[in-house]
């Protein structure tokens, strides 16, 4: 059983690499701008963020990208809010593990902030690994990242660990929170 894909999503292709990259890099400058320099951020948007690595990991089978609308797609007037990124297998940043879900990247646009999309990419994510028989989600969030840390412990996530995050060169520290699967 195929989960269904809500009408304000839409799974990227790697026809949509050089927008998924324009939105990554508004959604990121929008979330760290205040805490972190311009130049890092640039270092981490040439390295982390640029079209090659972008289109390798849209291709990877173990990867999908998925963008979310501020309404359903066939309203003229729906504009991309954001955008979601999971991982499983060898894909996962950090474990690897075959019983888990990755969500590695989930952005809103900050104008999108407060509407319900971050709970319905989380909620899509949880239907995608339950349809692949995962026993959890996990995720790594900037420890100075508060409003992230709020929500996702509102969404039923856990700390289990830490691990360093390049950005641009200074190494972060990230919380590992995890949520349990029924």
């Known amino acids: 059983m195929q989960t269904t894909i ?7 292709n790697l026809a949509q690499v050089t927008l998924l990259r324009k939105i990554a890099i508004e959604t990121y400058q929008q979330t760290f701008a205040d805490s972190n320099s311009e130049a890092l951020l640039q270092k981490y948007y040439q390295e982390s963020l640029n079209i090659k690595l972008l289109s390798t990991q849209l291709q990877n ?13 066939s309203n003229e007037t729906a504009e991309i809010a954001g955008f979601l990124k999971l991982n499983v297998g060898s894909a996962q940043t950090d474990l690897a593990d075959p019983d888990a879900l990755e969500v590695e990247k989930i952005y809103l646009l900050q104008e999108f ?4 999309l971050g709970h319905q990419l989380i909620n899509f994510a949880v239907a995608r690994a339950e349809q692949q028989n995962k026993q959890y989600l996990w995720l790594g969030v ?3 990242n508060q409003p992230a840390l709020k929500f996702y412990n509102k969404m039923g996530f856990f700390k289990f660990g830490e691990h360093g995050f390049d950005m641009g060169g200074d190494i972060q520290t990230d919380y590992l929170l995890k949520k349990r699967l029924n």
């Not at 809500?6 to 990227?12: A, E, G, R, V």
């Open 113 to 116: 902030l407060g509407e319900g």
């Open 61 to 73: 089978p173990e990867s999908e990208f998925y963008f979310i609308y501020s309404a359903p797609i």
């Open 142 to 144: 900037w420890e100075d």
């Open 6 to 12: 809500p009408n304000n999503m839409q799974k990227c």
